[in-house]
């Protein structure tokens, strides 16, 4: 039943499951519970992630825990097509996804993971979500709840609930401390780089970067970067951005933390690697090509591939064509050529050059993801509390519990506050 690119790559995928189930412990304590619990037994979870060893490694641990698991990529250039394979091959996971799928492929995927008609769906950008509350409704019945866990997902969550179209409870797990300190901030950081110089073989340190979006992820990749010798810049916007933070602000700790802060007409002219970390549309756009200097790079770190307008870079191009893996180059008119990595895709996540997060930051995101549905599940026991539809925070017990395993696993262990301290805290929680 499974669809993936290449069966005979099983083997090589095996490998590559080896090396993060070994270098996952947070995971592994997980699924040792699991397997004794059984929590998801009888349940079906339908997943749209980036496709790749560490997310084999959550699929495998919710198949330990009694579900039936099928499996999407959440973008078409993600999927590492062994890991694909390999998780095809062992039989206990249904997997439809292949790295390189055009849209119409794409979302054939997504929906024939809603095809095995799921009680909990794991989401990455709320495709799936997206579906079951448009053109899947007859589903609809059936969910529990779901997970989301990027920040553009929760964007188009919080929409949908401010509209009253939210049907049913959904996890922001992006918005754990244990996940947007790391994973966000962290996981982005290294991964960025790292596809960066796999995809070009430049040298980083002396080129000017300019970074667009000085949120968690921004402020990671500028850190990184500014530690491998570029001199960086960060570009914002005046508007607001959330509770109680604006560009106005970001744009302060960016100064403060020692960036120089410019618009964007202003960093396209000295810029040499660009990247995007809004999650917002256009960012680089029309207005700005004119500006850049030959041979700039342009590349994109946020979830959709919107941040760079790919249609307007090539129509201002006298040709387009392919210098190398993941690196397309736009020949403009006046002579100058302006190189976009992974088709102004996720970066950090398109395969072969992008590998995705470093794996001991994604045991620590995707042991909240299986807990999380946990929690939807035994929600739906007799006897559980069931959640309300809408966008639910993840449970602090739940977020500092990950936080503690990750601790454990690297051999720290926290002292308690003492009676005095504890009772000095109380007292001004109770304004005492």
């Not at 959550?58 to 039936?68: N, Q, V």
Request: aromatic share 6%; with cysteine; glycine share 8%.
């Amino acid at each position: 039943m499974s669809k993936v690119k290449d069966s005979s790559l099983a083997k090589k995928g095996a490998d590559e499951l080896s090396w993060a189930r070994a270098n996952m412990p947070v995971l592994a304590k997980i699924r040792s519970r699991f397997e004794k619990e059984k929590p998801f037994a009888g349940l079906t979870i339908s997943v749209a992630l980036h496709l790749e060893k560490k997310t084999g490694i959550l699929l495998e641990t919710l198949s330990a825990g009694g579900a039936k698991v099928y499996a999407s990529s959440c973008n078409p250039m993600s999927t590492n097509d062994a890991a694909a394979a390999a998780l095809a091959a062992a039989g206990k996971i249904e997997v439809f996804a292949w790295a390189g799928q055009t849209d119409e492929e794409y979302y054939s995927c997504l929906n024939a993971v809603l095809d095995a008609k799921p009680s909990i769906v794991i989401d990455d950008g709320c495709d799936l979500i997206n579906l079951l509350h448009t053109s899947r409704k007859k589903e609809l019945p059936k969910i529990i709840g779901a997970c989301e866990e990027t920040t553009t997902g929760i964007n188009r969550l919080m929409a949908m609930q401010k509209a009253g179209k939210l049907l049913f409870p959904v996890f922001a797990v992006n918005n754990a401390h244990s996940k947007f300190l790391l994973d966000n901030q962290f996981g982005t950081a290294q991964s960025t780089v790292d596809a960066i110089s796999r995809a070009t073989n430049v040298i980083l340190a002396g080129k000017t970067v300019v970074v667009a979006g000085y949120g968690w992820c921004g402020r990671g990749v500028a850190s990184r970067m500014k530690g491998m010798g570029a001199n960086v810049v960060i570009v914002e916007v005046d508007g607001t951005l959330g509770p109680h933070e604006s560009g106005l602000h970001r744009a302060l700790l960016a100064h403060y933390e020692g960036y120089r802060v410019l618009s964007m007409p202003e960093a396209a002219r000295i810029g040499d690697i660009f990247i995007t970390a809004t999650g917002n549309k256009n960012v680089i756009g029309k207005e700005h090509f004119p500006l850049l200097k030959n041979g700039a790079m342009l590349c994109n770190t946020g979830h959709f591939d919107v941040e760079i307008d790919e249609k307007a870079l090539r129509a201002s191009s006298k040709s387009v064509h392919a210098m190398k893996e993941n690196v397309m180059a736009y020949e403009q008119k006046d002579g100058r050529t302006i190189y976009l990595l992974s088709e102004g895709r996720l970066v950090n996540l398109a395969q072969p050059s992008g590998q995705g997060h470093p794996i001991e930051i994604m045991d620590g995101s995707f042991a909240l993801q299986a807990l999380c549905c946990e929690l939807l599940a035994k929600s739906s026991k007799t006897g559980g509390k069931k959640m309300a539809a809408g966008v639910h925070s993840v449970p602090v017990p739940v977020d500092d519990e990950v936080a503690r395993l990750l601790l454990a696993s690297k051999g720290i262990a926290l002292q308690e506050p003492t009676a005095e301290q504890k009772k000095y805290a109380e007292s001004f929680e109770e304004g005492t």
